[in-house]
């Protein structure tokens, strides 16, 4: 597609429940990027995957979080047993990677994840 | 560690004012360093940077300045217009080699309201 698109826009959930969402990144870009933004902060890097493994994921909080990209192209992310705290906006970007241009991501508008 | 310090929000302004969003910074190494804006409805955009000291980043007439001595890369910009009202992150990369390639640190942002 043209851009980042992320899925679900919305998502409501109750604790305890789990959530999958879905990022499709630009075509051709090899490097994809989950970011956490939590209400009033700025964005808060997760994960990074080069191609279809996760190069850097220290900044996933706990091991109720996991992302995977298995085809090199679409990312899902997997949060377990979700807790109010994790109500925020995940942010999906991708990249060229190291072709392109250090800091240069195209963002995707967000899944917004509210647990009750 | 590494952190992006932002002016406190919101900011509000007549069109045509001149504007600057302070943005400070701390870095364990040479950090590149960036503004990102985000308009309403809309995903994270680049909207300008700076990859050494003194460089002067520059884009839609807005424009940052790499200031090395006193670790600060202030947004400005001469005449604001309504449609620069939107959130503006400020934000940095570490050795922007290998796996730090997109992994940036944003400041909390700035929100700017412009009035007709």
Redesign the interface.
Known sequence: GAGVSQTPSNKVTEKGKYVELRCDPISGHTALYWYRQSLGQGPEFLIYFQGTGAADDSGLPNDRFFAVRPEGSVSTLKIQRTERGDSAVYLCASSMGTSGSPGELFFGEGSRLTVL | GNS?TQMEGPVTLSEEAFLTINCTYTATGYP?L?WYVQYP??????LL?A?KADDKGSNKGFEATYRKETTSFHLEKGSVQVSDSAVY?C?L?LN??????????????TILTVHP
């Open positions: 992006v590149s960036f409805g809309e995903g994270l955009q680049l940077k990859t992150f934000a990369i922007a080699g290998g796996t730090s390639y997109g992994k940036l640190t944003f400041g909390q942002g």
